[in-house]
């Protein structure tokens, strides 16, 4: 689907999907939210009503008002597999990120070689736990001569959204 390629570029996967080893699965829109399910869940729930239908596998993202998709938190598993450019903190660091700050230098643990300014990238710990994701601020070759306060990652979202925006996540 279009928006799915305009939405990984700028989250740095790459799109292939679909096909897994646990069986096929597929996007589904549903009331202005894209859903990622398995097909056998898919053609199961034909036999409930669109109104009655509240969610339908993992949400993937949703559409704005204006018609622009965003990428949800929940889609952090899937993307995180498929990663092509990547982002280490620091232990101190991952708090801040988790309490919804952009990364700066000084929290940068490393990168991945070949990160443009403005790549979507996957944000990990040192233990390769996804922590998030944003877009690079700095290519790779600008953090190894920045400043340390300077912000190398933007924050977009974190697993710490499901404590902070807990009443909201639907």
């Not at 993202?61 to 982002?87: M, R």
């Not at 990990?124 to 990652?153: H, Q, R, W």
Request: hydrophobic letters at 35%; one cysteine or more.
């Amino acid at each position: 689907p279009p928006w799915l390629t305009q939405s990984t570029r700028s989250s740095g996967i790459n799109a292939e999907y679909g096909e897994r080893s646990d069986g096929n699965y597929v996007f589904r829109y549903h009331k202005d939210k894209v859903y990622y399910v398995s097909e056998d869940i898919m053609k199961r729930a034909t036999n409930i009503g669109r109104k009655e239908l509240i969610s339908l596998g993992t949400m993937f993202g949703k559409f704005s008002k204006t018609e622009k998709f965003k990428l949800h938190i929940t889609s952090l598993d899937f993307i995180s597999s498929y990663a092509k450019q990547k982002v280490w903190l620091k232990p101190g660091a991952e708090q801040q990120f988790l309490y919804g700050n952009n990364v700066t230098k000084a929290g940068l643990g490393r990168i991945s070689a070949g990160t443009e300014r403005y790549d979507g990238v996957v944000v990990y710990n040192m233990n390769d736990l996804p922590l998030g994701f944003g877009a690079a601020a700095k290519s790779t070759a600008e953090c190894k001569t920045t400043d340390p306060n300077t912000i190398v990652v933007f924050h977009q979202a974190d697993i710490g959204e499901y404590l902070r925006a807990e009443s909201t996540m639907s």
